[in-house]
């Protein structure tokens, strides 16, 4: 039985959690886990961004799904998030993120469910599509300045997004780099 859009998304949300989980569990950081989690984490935001969210707009005759625009500022702080030098700190900010991000996609009023009721005989080719993604090409970390602000500025947004705008940067360390 071929699974469904939601199956697939929901697995690879496990498996990243997993990923996050091997990351953290090492003394230190497990780095490999974490880079295996980063071009991970970058595949599926662009299965969504780049197929999910515009399909399910065509389906609703040019109109984004409801979620979609808090979607799209959680998955800028989370990209945000991964070009920096990891952190156990950097990584426990996606984990606060991902914590609300993920329960919007799952479950059977979730983005997931909702595209595939969008795509309705289409959704087999929909999840072709999310198959045949490539992985992404993931570039060198970079620690300057910008990046943390840039952080800052999207955790900020995201969380407006939500209605407060501060509910991201609350999960900041006094001594993060964000807040210096």
């Not at 199956?7 to 498996?15: E, I, K, S, T, V």
């Not at 090492?26 to 969210?53: S, T």
């Not at 996606?94 to 993920?102: C, E, G, M, S």
């Not at 943390?148 to 509910?167: K, N, P, S, V």
Request: proline letters at 7%.
């Amino acid at each position: 039985m071929t699974p469904s859009i939601h199956d697939f998304l929901a697995a690879d949300h496990a498996r990243l959690d997993g990923l996050v989980a091997v990351a953290l569990a090492a003394d230190g950081l497990d780095l490999a886990a974490y880079e295996q989690f980063r071009a991970g984490l970058l595949r599926h935001i662009g299965m969504e961004e780049k197929i999910l969210l515009p399909a399910a707009k065509r389906a609703r005759g040019g109109t984004a799904l409801p979620a979609a625009r808090l979607l799209r500022h959680d998955h800028s702080a989370l990209a945000a998030l991964l070009v920096p030098t990891p952190t156990r700190a950097l990584l426990e900010r996606i984990r606060a993120v991902l914590a609300l991000h993920n329960p919007l996609e799952e479950g059977a009023d979730g983005v997931y469910a909702a595209c595939e009721r969008l795509a309705g005989p289409d959704a087999d080719a929909l999840l072709a599509q999310l198959r045949a993604t490539p992985p992404v090409p993931v570039a060198a970390h970079f620690d300057g300045p910008r990046a943390f602000e840039a952080i800052e500025r999207l955790l900020y947004a995201a969380g407006d997004a939500r209605g407060d705008g501060t509910l991201f940067l609350r999960t900041l360390p006094a001594h993060d780099p964000c807040r210096q």
